[in-house]
């Protein structure tokens, strides 16, 4: 018993070292969107969009005064591998724990069920947990969908590149906000900086946050990442056979190639070694892991054997990993737009134009020359790079960034 007691202390003594060196002078603004007072919140996402961060930064912004009665711990930690989770909750809560924040939950087995036992057993604790972009909150032996309030996070929004890198506190606006005031949002933002000068930077090394670290080595942690979502948590969370990883890393060069991607299931089957089943899974998968965004033109009831209309790489900084200076610049617009609109609208493709969003407005991307003749619809508008301010239903395309 007192060598857990010494273990569990040097799983204190970690937290406590970790929140000592978080920083808060940048937050996320999902952290204001998240009802914290549920019993058990789930934060899904992808790896390095800065999940773990989130979790510190709230603990340290918000639970201060009950630093002693808080616990962080990471489930990939080695001390669970000789201790339950459960061993951890019971001696935290009867020392009068509270909040408990578990990070990286997809690296425990039988996480959920565990997690779904001591949400039922300690009525007084507060748990939060965070996992991959495949985890599944529904299975045959713990069903939290009823217990979890569950949020889905992903990188940064070219709005909070800009906050994050000049301290600036540009606010989110919504669709509808956006297309009937464009012009007057352009001209607050534009008061204050000039976009397009950080547009580019952005699109080439502004999404995962971990760009304020080592610039020379992100497109090396971006490759981490993929390797990891590719090697570790496909096998673990889909079955993948391991065997298969080398396809789909061909597959992904394969969509970065094209501009953009419109599959020929029987043909990428063909080049890339799998057969079509087999094919449109390994797609869902990479979609579900947000390496890819896959369109269809019916946004609803989507399956695991449906063949999307369009796929793109999931956002731009992967376009610049797998193709560098090559990246079709096309094919960048319609990734960015695409990233960043669809975290809270439906999209779909439209028959009109290019992008169809919420059912009711359609868009279409292009470069500061792009104009509506190609469509004639109402609620018609086009998102144009290169220009900071637009014309009627003509909206630069960067702010579709701040929409989150």
């Known amino acids: 018993m007192s060598q857990i007691k010494d273990e569990m202390e040097q799983l204190v003594e970690k937290y406590r070292k970790k929140i000592a060196l978080t920083q808060t002078q940048f937050v996320r603004s999902i952290m204001s969107e998240i009802n914290w007072n549920a019993r058990l919140i789930g934060i899904k996402g992808a790896r390095g969009v800065g999940k773990t961060t989130l979790l510190l930064q709230y603990i340290k912004l918000h639970l201060s005064a009950d630093i002693p009665s808080t616990l962080y711990v990471s489930l990939d930690d080695i001390w669970f591998s000789e201790h339950k989770l459960i061993e951890l909750v019971d001696s935290f809560v009867k020392k009068g724990g509270k909040y408990l924040f578990l990070d990286e939950v997809h690296k425990y087995a039988q996480w959920s069920v565990e997690v779904k036992n001591i949400y039922d057993d300690y009525p007084g604790l507060h748990l939060v947990f965070t996992g991959s972009s495949l985890l599944e909150i529904i299975n045959s032996r713990a069903d939290l969908s009823r217990r979890a309030v569950v949020y889905t996070m992903q990188g940064l929004s070219f709005r909070e590149y800009l906050n994050m890198e000049l301290g600036t506190d540009f606010k989110i606006v919504s669709l509808p906000g956006l297309l009937k005031n464009h012009d007057a949002v352009s001209q607050e933002v534009l008061s204050d900086i000039k976009p397009l000068q950080y547009f580019s930077g952005y699109l080439r090394t502004g999404y995962y946050p971990f760009f304020k670290e080592e610039i020379d080595l992100y497109y090396g942690r971006i490759e981490e990442v993929v390797n990891m979502i590719l090697e570790v948590e496909l096998p673990l969370l889909r079955g993948v056979d391991i065997s298969y990883i080398h396809k789909l890393k061909q597959l992904l060069f394969v969509i970065s190639e094209s501009a953009p991607f419109i599959p020929n299931i029987t043909k990428l089957s063909q080049r890339i070694g799998l057969n079509r089943q087999t094919m449109l899974s390994y797609l869902f998968y990479l979609n579900e892991a947000h390496l890819l965004n896959s369109i269809y033109k019916d946004a609803h009831g989507i399956s695991l054997l449906q063949k999307p209309d369009k796929i793109f790489l999931e956002n731009t900084n992967l376009m610049y990993t797998f193709r560098g200076e090559q990246t079709d610049m096309g094919n960048a617009r319609e990734t960015f737009f695409v990233n960043q609109v669809r975290y809270k609208y439906e999209l779909a493709i439209s028959e009109q134009s290019d992008f169809l969003v919420s059912g009711k407005y359609t868009f279409e991307i292009g ?33 579709f960034g701040f929409l989150y």
């Open 367 to 399: 470069g500061k020359n792009k104009n509506k003749r190609q469509i004639k619809l109402a609620e018609a508008f086009i998102a144009a790079d290169d220009i900071e301010y637009g014309f009627e239903n003509k909206i630069p395309l960067w702010l």
